[in-house]
């Protein structure tokens, strides 16, 4: 299978920054995708920011020109680097990857999102 564990998230200031990583690991074949989702209390869970194994990305409009998202293949890691952040970034912030995993016995496994267990961003004075 395919684990995903974020770290980085925190209390800060706004107009602060912080930068979120998410490592994968398990027996992974592929990575087709890996990205940032956000949920805040009594919302939608939302995308904030993809990147494909190919180095495209995409963004959610809120974000635009203070997130930057980027990957380190070697590491099977992404990260999410928030500049300028603002009350309403709060969230728990979610790292989600589309990829398989190879096993002896049945070889690579289709592929499948996976997702990891949060961490928690505030935005306060």
């Known amino acids: 299978q395919v684990q995903l564990v974020e770290s980085g998230g925190g209390l800060v200031q706004p107009g602060g920054s912080l930068r979120l990583s998410c490592v994968a690991s398990g027996n992974i074949f592929s990575i087709k995708s890996m990205g940032w989702y956000r949920q805040a209390p009594g919302k939608q869970r939302e995308l904030v920011a993809a990147?494909?194994?190919?180095?495209?990305?995409n963004y959610a409009d809120s974000v635009k020109g203070r997130f930057t998202i980027s990957r380190d293949i070697a590491k099977n890691t992404v990260y999410l680097q928030m500049l300028s952040l603002k009350p309403e970034d709060s969230a728990v912030y979610y790292c989600?990857?589309?990829?398989?995993?190879?096993?002896?016995?049945?070889?690579?496994?289709?592929?499948?999102?996976?997702w990891g267990q949060g961490t928690q961003v505030t935005v306060s004075s």
């Open positions: 990147i494909t194994s190919g180095g495209s990305t």
């Open positions: 989600t990857a589309i990829a398989n995993y190879y096993s002896a016995s049945m070889g690579p496994s289709p592929l499948d999102d996976y």
